[in-house]
C-alpha cells in the first residue's frame, strides 16, 4: 500500500488533473481528493499571509473557501515542493487562475522565484 501512495504524487506531477478539494489549509493550500487519494497540493507562484501570523491570513483562507472547496478544479502541476506537495496551478470554471484572483483581491502576491514566469 505505501507504494501506491508514494506513486500517485509522481503521476500527479506529470500532467494536468483534476480534483475534487476536500479541504482548504489556508490561502495557497488545500487537498484534492483523486482516485480515492488524498492530495496535498500548494498554489504556485503564489504567496498567502498564513492563518495564524498575519492579519489577511484569515481572509485569504475564506476566499480560497469560497472558490475551490467541495469542487473540482483543474491543476496543471509544476512539481513537487520541498515538503512533497504538489505545487500546481488552479484552474477555477471559465478559466480563471486562482493564483491571479487572490492577488487581485490582495490577498496573495506573485513570487517570482518560484514563479519566474509569472501567472
Known amino acids: 500500500m505505501a507504494l501506491v501512495l508514494l506513486a500517485l504524487p509522481l503521476v500527479a506531477w506529470a500532467e494536468e ?3 475534487l478539494v476536500v479541504r482548504v489549509k489556508d490561502g495557497d493550500t488545500f ?5 480515492g487519494c ?8 503564489v504567496d498567502c499571509p498564513e492563518l495564524r501570523d498575519k492579519p489577511r491570513g484569515p481572509a485569504a483562507a475564506e476566499l480560497t473557501r469560497q472558490l475551490i472547496l467541495g469542487k473540482r478544479v483543474r491543476l496543471v502541476p ?13 484552474l477555477l470554471p471559465r478559466k480563471q487562475n486562482l493564483g491571479a484572483v487572490l492577488i487581485r483581491a490582495g490577498l496573495g502576491i506573485w513570487t517570482p522565484r518560484y514563479a519566474p514566469l509569472g501567472i
Open 17 to 19: 488533473w483534476r480534483g
Open 31 to 35: 487537498v484534492v481528493q483523486r482516485r
Open 38 to 45: 488524498l492530495i496535498t497540493v500548494r498554489l504556485w507562484g
Open 78 to 90: 509544476h512539481g513537487p515542493d520541498k515538503y512533497g506537495r504538489t505545487v500546481a496551478e488552479v
